[in-house]
Structure formats: C-alpha cells, structure tokens
C-alpha cells in the first residue's frame, strides 16, 4: 500500500494511520482489519488504538506531486484504505489537521476520501462550503439502505468529484435519483473476496452499469471476487473483471491542470 497501488481505480494509497470501528454490513468482512492483524496489530473498534507514522510517510505525497508535475499527469490518491478519514475520535483531530494541510500543498492529486461516515465530513473539514479542487468525495453503499443514507450526505458536500463505492455489492441497488446533473459523478461496483465473502449477483451489478450508461454517469467495474458471473465460487483472479463480455472501467473526465 502507498506509490503503484493495487486497487486499479487510484495510483496511489495514502493512511494517515490505520484503525476504525466497523459501520455497517460491508464492514463484515473488513480487509483492512484482517490485514492489521496480520501483521500484528489490533486497531478495530471504539476502544482500540489507532496506528500513526512518521515523517517519512507524510512525505510520500509531496513526492507523487513532483512526479505529477513532471510528467503532467494527474495522480488519484485513495485515502484512506486502513481506516475512515471521518470516524468521529478527538486523538485523530491533529491528523486530520496534517492531513488537510498536505492536501492543499498538493494540487495535482486528486485525493479520494472514501468514507461511510460522509455525514461527518463538513465538520471534520476546515474548508467550509470551498472545497479544494483536488478532492473528490466518496462513501461506501453495499445496500439500498445504506445508499439512501449516505449519498444524500455526499450530494451537501461541495467536492469537485462526489462518487459512490459498491464494493462490496451486497444486493440490488437503483442509483437513478442520484445519477447525472452535478449529483454522483462516477460508480465504482465489485464483489467481495475472502473465505468468508458473499456472493454478487450478476444482474446486481449489470443493473448499475445500465443505470449509469442511461445517466451519462462514469462507472468502473472493479472485479467479481470470488464467486464469477456464473456464480460459481473460485479464485478471483480466474473469475476476472469483465462484465458482459466486456472490461468496463471509465473515470470521470478531468483535463490536466497545474493548480
């Protein structure tokens, strides 16, 4: 995790530290609270701590951005993939200040916040109804339920880019209210991984992709996990990331800009 990320929808991955509380049903099977203890480390739930770093790993993104201006090319930074930006815990005030300040000392990124808090983010942001240019907003909607809870807050939030991530796709979703007119700019599907992972039905995830076509709105097709289109379950690499015969990962149109 960092520069050269794996996830094929950012360049890179940025934590300004790693821990959160699981929020809802997607948060099951969480891959970040698996990988945490993996390596040794238990960060989940209220009362946990919380991982921070150095120096050197602030320094990261000062390092994308010169790559960005020397190649004039836009860098997408997912922050953050160990942890929830929003989660409302006043120890994570003097990191979410430091992660402010590298956002704007950084104008050819564009950092995606991915929350299932996002009704926390206009009082945890210091940007008022001005937000900076190089920061697209995100929230997680695995179900219906959730998509009606968590979009409405995104659509208040003044981000240049307001997306929605359903990974992982947990159920049928009708995103049509929300799709096209300066509203959700781009829709990002994928089924789940793991020995405990549940199923994504085929016609869940051609259903958002139609949605989107019909709206004009971007829309990415991640991975099936590891049940394929068929249903069947097998290694995730095999079941692929083509849906209807077709890889179907397009980004939201952005020009180069050196802001």
């Given at each position: 995790?960092?520069?050269?990320?794996?996830?094929?929808?950012?360049?890179?991955?940025?934590?300004?530290?790693?821990?959160?509380?699981?929020?809802?049903?997607?948060?099951?099977?969480?891959?970040?609270?698996?990988?945490?203890?993996?390596?040794?480390?238990?960060?989940w739930g209220k009362e946990a701590p919380r991982r921070f770093f150095g120096d050197s790993h602030w320094h990261n993104p000062l390092r994308w951005q010169t790559d960005a201006l020397r190649?004039?090319?836009?860098?997408?930074?997912?922050?953050?993939?160990?942890?929830?930006?929003?989660?409302?815990?006043?120890?994570?005030?003097?990191?979410?200040?430091?992660?402010?300040?590298?956002?704007?000392?950084?104008?050819?990124?564009?950092?995606?916040?991915?929350?299932?808090?996002?009704?926390?983010?206009?009082?945890?942001?210091?940007w008022g109804s001005k937000w900076p240019q190089n920061v697209w907003m995100g929230t997680t909607v695995e179900t219906q339920e959730w998509a009606e809870k968590r979009i409405e807050a995104?659509?208040?939030?003044?981000?240049?880019?307001?997306?929605?991530?359903?990974?992982?796709?947990?159920?049928?979703?009708?995103?049509?209210?929300?799709?096209?007119?300066?509203?959700?700019?781009?829709?990002?599907?994928?089924?789940?991984?793991?020995?405990?992972?549940?199923?994504?039905?085929?016609?869940?995830?051609?259903?958002?992709?139609?949605?989107?076509?019909?709206?004009?709105?971007?829309?990415?097709?991640?991975?099936?996990?590891?049940?394929?289109?068929?249903?069947?379950?097998?290694?995730?690499?095999?079941?692929?990331?083509?849906?209807?015969?077709?890889?179907?990962?397009?980004?939201?149109?952005?020009?180069?800009?050196?802001?």
């Amino acid at each position: 995790m960092g520069k050269d990320s794996k996830i094929e929808w950012t360049h890179h991955t940025f934590n300004p530290w790693w821990g959160c509380t699981r929020a809802s049903a997607g948060c099951a099977n969480c891959y970040a609270e698996v990988w945490a203890k993996r390596v040794g480390v238990d960060l989940w739930g209220k009362e946990a701590p919380r991982r921070f770093f150095g120096d050197s790993h602030w320094h990261n993104p000062l390092r994308w951005q010169t790559d960005a201006l020397r190649t004039q090319q836009r860098q997408r930074v997912f922050c953050a993939s160990m942890a929830d930006v929003f989660e409302s815990r006043s120890d994570l005030d003097p990191w979410r200040a430091r992660l402010w300040d590298l956002i704007q000392k950084t104008p050819n990124l564009d950092w995606l916040l991915v929350s299932k808090r996002p009704e926390e983010a206009a009082k945890l942001t210091p940007w008022g109804s001005k937000w900076p240019q190089n920061v697209w907003m995100g929230t997680t909607v695995e179900t219906q339920e959730w998509a009606e809870k968590r979009i409405e807050a995104i659509l208040d939030v003044p981000a240049k880019i307001r997306f929605v991530s359903c990974e992982p796709l947990l159920g049928p979703l009708d995103l049509t209210p929300w799709l096209g007119d300066g509203q959700i700019d781009w829709v990002i599907a994928g089924g789940e991984s793991g020995a405990r992972a549940r199923p994504m039905q085929a016609a869940w995830v051609s259903g958002l992709y139609k949605q989107c076509l019909e709206r004009t709105t971007s829309f990415f097709f991640k991975q099936w996990g590891v049940f394929g289109e068929d249903g069947i379950r097998r290694n995730k690499k095999s079941n692929g990331k083509t849906l209807m015969g077709q890889e179907l990962q397009a980004f939201p149109a952005l020009s180069w800009a050196s802001t």
